[in-house]
Structure formats: C-alpha cells, structure tokens
C-alpha cells in the first residue's frame, strides 16, 4: 500500500506567502537587512576553523610529538581553545574589532549582551575620516548578525594560540601556559588584529592581510619563536629523538588542517559570495603545490619523501596563501605554492642547521619556518599580485587597493614591509614581557626531573596504556625495572641513556 505525504506540509514554501513567512517580523525574529545565505555560510565557515584546532591541532600535536609528551601537547591545545574563548566573549572581541581606542586598539568591553549580539555585524566598527572632516573609510556592515562575527573571529584568535603552543611543547610548564595563554591574546593578538582588520592605521593605511597572514601567521611565528627563546630548550635526548607517535594519527590532524582552512579563507569576505569561491580554490591549489614541492625537495636532497615533510609543505602553503587567497589569481596561488614550498624548506632544513642564532633557540616543531617565514612570504606576494577587481570584490578590503605588478606602485611593498615589521616587534615585545612577569611567579620551564617523566608528571595522565592489563605506569615505582630491562633487551631493542639521564626502551619497529 503505498504511502501517504501530506503535500501541504512539504510545499509551504512554495506557497505565495514564503517571502513573508521567511522574514516575518514576528518571532523568530528575522530583520530584512539578514542574508541567510551569508549567515549560514559565516556559522559553516567558524565551525570549520574551530575543527581545525579542535580537534585538528589537539590531535596532530598529540600524535606528532614523542609518546612522552602526547597527553601534555594535546592538552595544551584544548586548553588554549577553551580558555581563550571567555576571554574573548569577555573582552577581546572589542579589543579586536570594536570601537576605535587608539590606532593600534579598539575600546574594551563584553560581547554577551543580547542587544549588541543580535544587531547587525560591523567591520570595522568605526568610520574613519580626512583631517579636513570627509569620510575615508566607512563603518562596513555585514548581512548577518554580530554574534556569527563574534564566534567567528573567536576561531582565528584560538588557533593563532595553539599554533604559537607548537614552539614550545615537549618542556614548558602547563601552568605558566595556563596563564600565558589568555594573557597573549589580550596584550598581543587583539593589537595586530585591530591595527589590520578592524580598522587600525595599519588597515587605514593599506597594509593588505586578506585572511591573517600577518595577524595569525606571522605573528604566532614570532612569538612561538620568542617563547621558545625564553621558556629555554628540552631536554637534550628529547631535541636528538623527538619522533612521531603515531604517523597516522598525525595525517589525521593534519588533513583537519588542510579541509577546515577552507572556512578559514572562504569565510574572511563575510559572505557567500565570489571571492568566498575564489579563495577556497585558490587555498587548495597553493597547499597541493607547496606540499608536492617540500616533498620532491626531500626526495632530492634526502632520497626519501618524508611523511612530516609532506605535512610541514602542506602547512606552508596554507600559510602563505592567506595572506592573498581571495585577492590573487589561482596561477598566482600555484606560484606562491612553488615559492612556499621552497624557501621554508630551504630555512628550516638547510640554514636552521647553519645559523648559530637559530640554533640557539628550540623551536620544538619549527614554527617559526612553517608560520614566520611562509607568513611574511605570503603577505609580501599579496603585496606584489593582488588584482584590483577583486580587491574591490572583497568588503573587508578599503577602496582602490591593488598590488605592485597592477599599478599599486613600489609603495604598496613598501606598505607590506612596515605591516610586517610591527607585527614582529610587537609580539617579541608583548611575549617577552608577559613571559618576564608570568617566570617571576611560576617557573617557564618543567624541571630536568619532570620532563624526563613527561605526562605522568604534568598530569598524572599517560596517552597509551602498555604495561599489563591497561595499568599506568608508575615511573618513580619501575625506574629501575626499566633500566634492567633496557639492558637485557639489547638484542630486540635499542636503549639510550644520555649524559641528560633519560632512559628506558625504544622499539624499532
């Protein structure tokens, strides 16, 4: 017997009156100046950043890292996403994004109220104006509501946080970076954002960032670096074999990363719209490039392609092509993934081994290579390349911008240089004083005896449970079974104990 449909129920909206049952005034409360479309794309596009740190990043740290330490730098990702969530709502959205304070900082303040979270979004919050009194740069509003704007921007200042954290696992204190991290992101990350996004001298200017090369990358390159300077280095044995835990955990994360990044640039134009394609598009191509080129750049100067290799190429595509990916042709976007899958490449592998500076600091998975470098890359081809139609498509952008190669004029790099070197000063500066103040209360660094432990030790916590029947290892309890055990396994597997003292088995499988 066939089934009934009640047709009445299935075709309301094609009824006359859809248009009006679609934005009634009457509850749910739907103002004509809301776009659906864009709205929907906004909330689709901060859930596929958000998934980029969590759990992309969360288990890409936890699986890229020694076994030892897995617990510890997932950890420290979940953390800085959790925590830096409530200090956005609280005050760091405004500080980002809200009404002119200084040019470099928006006026601090909450964005929990119900009247400010459903009005109608604005970017930059402020208008700007000639000495004279006429307008410069208008207060751009959105067809969706603050909070989509609100929870969006949230995800970028949560993963610019984790991805500063990929310096300095394997060694710092999980309490100094509880207290670090939502610090860093009032004093540090809301002065970039608002200097290039919300309406700063930096934005006013014509410093072009289409989706945070300078304001995510760049910046959580240098202060990743700086930390790493500061906090100090592991332990030697942990610097001399830090190798993955699980490769295929590891690709896991990885591709969240890579797939989510398509919100992280097709959600910068605010709206579902052309450049949102664009810049999806372009995102790929330039990540595919770079990763092919990092991975060829191996096989030819070390033999074999390496999986980290791959992984560490496919990030410095992503990375560089922020920067411009809405704003730049996609023939420019495959040559900016040649350029990022070369020059980091070149730095991280060839001149990191060279430079005694470099060598000094321990930057656990190179961020200051993967971000910094690609970041300052990507931000300075946007320079060279953006094409004016779709700088001019692009709503966050201020009128009659267009790179060098386009009529922008030497003074356009010249513009990309100075964003760049105050984005870099202010994070050295604003990551070394917090670190100073926070080290004068709470050591940066685990001491020598903890991290010898890792997890156990920060947190009472192991990530795999492999002795006997799911029971935790007790370090202090079979240090010296381990030990023994080492020793009388020689012939099936490879003990290290090194002048640092850390000992125990390593399995080669």
């Given at each position: 017997m066939p089934r009934t449909i009640n047709?009445?129920?299935?075709?309301?909206?094609?009824?006359?009156?859809?248009?009006?049952?679609a934005y009634d005034s009457h509850p749910p409360m739907l103002p004509k100046w809301l776009n659906k479309g864009d709205n929907a794309w906004q909330m689709?596009?901060?859930?596929?950043?958000?998934?980029?740190?969590?759990?992309?990043?969360?288990?890409?740290?936890?699986?890229?890292?020694?076994?030892?330490?897995?617990?510890?730098?997932?950890?420290?990702?979940?953390?800085?996403?959790?925590?830096?969530l409530l200090v956005w709502v609280l005050v760091g959205y405004r500080m980002a994004f809200g009404e002119e304070l200084l040019p470099f900082w928006g006026k601090a303040g909450p964005a929990l109220s119900q009247p400010y979270l459903v009005r109608r979004s604005r970017l930059p919050a402020t208008a700007h104006y000639f000495n004279n009194g006429t307008l410069e740069t208008a207060m751009v509003e959105a067809f969706f509501p603050q909070a989509a704007m609100v929870i969006f921007e949230f995800t970028y200042a949560a993963i610019t946080l984790i991805l500063l954290a990929g310096s300095v696992l394997g060694r710092m204190n999980i309490k100094a970076w509880m207290a670090f991290s939502p610090l860093w992101l009032v004093f540090s990350y809301t002065v970039g954002a608002f200097s290039?996004?919300?309406?700063?001298?930096?934005?006013?200017?014509?410093?072009?960032?289409?989706?945070?090369?300078?304001?995510?990358?760049?910046?959580?390159?240098?202060?990743?670096?700086?930390?790493?300077?500061?906090?100090?280095p592991r332990l030697k044995c942990d610097k001399e074999r830090f190798s993955p835990n699980n490769i295929l955990l590891m690709i896991t994360g990885a591709g969240l990363l890579w797939m989510g990044w398509s919100g992280f640039n097709g959600g910068e134009p605010f709206s579902a719209g052309i450049t949102a394609a664009i810049a999806v598009?372009?995102?790929?191509?330039?990540?595919?490039?770079?990763?092919?080129?990092?991975?060829?750049?191996?096989?030819?100067?070390?033999?074999?392609?390496?999986?980290?290799?791959?992984?560490?190429?496919?990030?410095?595509?992503?990375?560089?092509?922020?920067?411009?990916?809405?704003?730049?042709?996609?023939?420019?976007?495959?040559?900016?993934?040649?350029?990022?899958?070369?020059i980091p490449w070149f730095t991280m592998m060839i001149l990191h081994k060279k430079s005694a500076i470099l060598q000094k600091v321990d930057d656990t998975l190179g961020v200051f290579h993967t971000h910094a470098i690609a970041g300052l890359i990507g931000g300075l081809m946007t320079g060279l390349l953006a094409?004016?139609?779709l700088c001019d498509d692009d709503t966050t952008s201020i009128p009659g911008q267009k790179g060098t190669a386009y009529g922008g004029g030497i003074g356009q790099m010249f513009k990309q240089l100075i964003g760049a070197i105050f984005i870099i000063v202010w994070n050295v500066f604003a990551t070394t004083v917090l670190l100073l103040i926070i080290g004068m209360i709470i050591p940066l660094r685990m001491p020598d005896d903890e991290l010898l432990i890792g997890d156990d030790a920060a947190h009472g916590e192991e990530a795999y449970a492999l002795w006997g029947d799911g029971e935790k290892f007790d370090a202090t309890r079979h240090e010296t079974i381990v030990h023994h055990a080492s020793v009388n396994a020689e012939d099936s597997v490879n003990s290290h104990h090194n002048q640092n003292g850390c000992h125990g088995v390593t399995i080669q499988l």
């Open positions: 047709t009445h129920l299935l075709f309301t909206s094609m009824s006359p009156t859809s248009d009006i049952l689709i596009a901060a859930t596929l950043v958000g998934l980029q740190s969590m759990p992309g990043l969360v288990i890409l740290y936890g699986s890229i890292v020694k076994k030892k330490w897995a617990v510890n730098s997932a950890f420290m990702a979940l953390y800085a996403f959790a925590s830096s290039l996004w919300g309406g700063g001298f930096l934005y006013q200017w014509g410093v072009m960032d289409y989706s945070g090369g300078y304001v995510i990358h760049l910046s959580s390159g240098i202060s990743g670096f700086t930390a790493a300077y500061w906090v100090g598009l372009n995102t790929h191509i330039c990540a595919a490039t770079s990763l092919l080129m990092w991975t060829f750049l191996d096989v030819i100067f070390f033999e074999k392609p390496s999986v980290i290799g791959a992984i560490q190429g496919m990030m410095t595509g992503l990375v560089c092509i922020t920067a411009g990916s809405g704003v730049v042709h996609s023939w420019a976007a495959l040559l900016m993934g040649i350029v990022s899958g070369s094409i004016p139609e």
